[in-house]
């Protein structure tokens, strides 16, 4: 069983300090990496994709990837009350099937 | 922009109903998904499509089956309604490669009482 493994939560950053989402994942044959957001009520949007070891940055975001470590990891800069949401981490297999985690929820403090 | 629609936002229906998801994308892609989302348990997989009739299984098909006669619509049924399939059902669509991206219908609340 493929398993992509977050911390539930809540993890709570002050504004404007950096939050930074863990995730860790059991196949070793993943090839791609998500980050989705999803507001309460709401269905998750795509923040981030990475599929090569190393940093990706998009703006605020920045997605971490160590595959041989088998994590991936997402940093936000600047931290604004509107990024207080869940944060699922995904990936995607061979067979072309994405396995989310359960995402962790975040929530920045004012 | 993609478009996923889920035709039913909010649903209440009796135990045993027969019930109908709808679920249509534009952007021509070939794979098509259906997920639930509970409190706790996160998004699991009910069934996959990768082409036009065809399915594949995902982690919890039971007690649900798909359709899928033409490419830009994917069926949820669930055959006769039960209390524990009280959930958030979304639909998601992306392109037939390995590491693509997938996007999400706005999602389906669905009551069974």
């Known amino acids: 069983q493929k398993e992509v493994e977050q911390n539930s939560g809540p993890l709570s950053v002050p504004e404007g300090a950096i939050a930074s989402l863990n995730c860790t994942y059991s196949?070793?044959?993943?090839?791609?990496f998500f980050w989705y957001r999803q507001y309460s009520g709401k269905s998750p949007e795509l923040i981030m994709f990475?599929?090569?070891?190393g940093d990706k940055e998009d703006g605020r975001f920045t997605a971490q990837l160590n595959k041989a470590s088998q994590y991936v990891s997402l940093l936000i800069r600047d931290s604004q009350p509107s990024d207080s949401a869940t944060y699922l981490c995904a990936l995607g297999d061979r067979d072309d099937k994405i396995i989310f985690g359960k995402g962790t929820r975040l929530h920045i403090l004012p | 922009d993609v478009k996923v629609t889920q035709s039913s936002r909010y649903l209440v229906k009796r135990t045993g109903e027969k019930v109908f998801l709808e679920c249509v994308q534009d952007?021509?892609?070939?794979?098509m998904f259906w997920y639930r989302q509970d409190p706790g348990l996160g998004l699991r997989l009910i069934y996959f499509?990768?082409?036009?009739?065809?399915?594949e299984k995902g982690d919890i098909p039971e007690g649900y089956s798909v359709s899928r006669e033409k490419k830009e619509r994917f069926s949820l049924i669930l055959e006769s309604a039960s209390t524990n399939q009280t959930s958030m059902y979304l639909c998601?669509?992306?392109?037939?490669?390995?590491?693509?991206?997938?996007?999400f219908g706005e999602g389906s609340w669905l009551t069974v009482v």
């Open positions: 196949d070793r044959g993943s090839q791609s």
């Open positions: 952007m021509d892609h070939e794979n």
């Open positions: 990475i599929y090569s070891n």
């Open positions: 998601a669509s992306s392109t037939g490669f390995s590491g693509n991206t997938i996007y």
């Open positions: 499509s990768y082409d036009v009739k065809m399915k």
